[in-house]
């Protein structure tokens, strides 16, 4: 793994910030100077030994995002438009990722920040925090089906056992699904388990934190300090 990737995900700080520390000359890898951001470590055989840590600055970004139809998770496409093109000149500069992916066509709440640490904690398959959806689908929901979510539902094509979750019927069809997994299309996968057909898919919420209802499909906004809070809450 790249040495700065590693200090980022690590919450050293930004990707940006984390290169100009290595380049002041405080990383040592094995006893030796290491100045360049792109040296290649094992961070289980390398022995990373990292002087003024409390010097790196850390202006961390934390950003909600109404994202539209149209436009992939990703910071960088060639061929399509991503979330990062939505978001001004200045805030593309600022190394920001997307904490967990939503499908091209799935619309809502997408978090976006430069904090390394953050981003994993919240796209780690171990992760504990339930992200909250509004589908809609093509065929009348079953009280079974809430059964088989319980259960956790069995994805045939990839054999692969879904953790227990939790669908909630609001109209015959139209449901709220409740994540804690992040898997390849995992929702309409988990609904098609159930013989249905996700018409339009919408991120409400990831743990604590709901998408704003006065924020534009497309608009952003800062999270608030009592948002930051009640994610980084949910990594303990
Ligand atoms: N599950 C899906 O199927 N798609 C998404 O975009 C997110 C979760």
Redesign the pocket.
Known sequence: MRLDKYLANKGLGSRKEVKKYIEEENVYINGLLVTKANKEINPEKDKLVLKNKDKISKDYLYLMMNKPSGFICQTKSLSKKTVIDLLPKDLQKKDLSPAG???LD?EGLVILTNDGLFLQKIISPSSTIYKK?YARVDKAMEEADIKKFEEGIYIKEENYKCLAAKLEIISPKECYVY?RE?KY?????MLKACGKK?LY?K?LAIGKVYLDKNLKSGSYRKLSDEEIYLLKKDFD
């Open positions: 992916r939503l499908d799935t959806y994540i992040g299309h995992q929702v309409k996968r996700v898919l991120r």
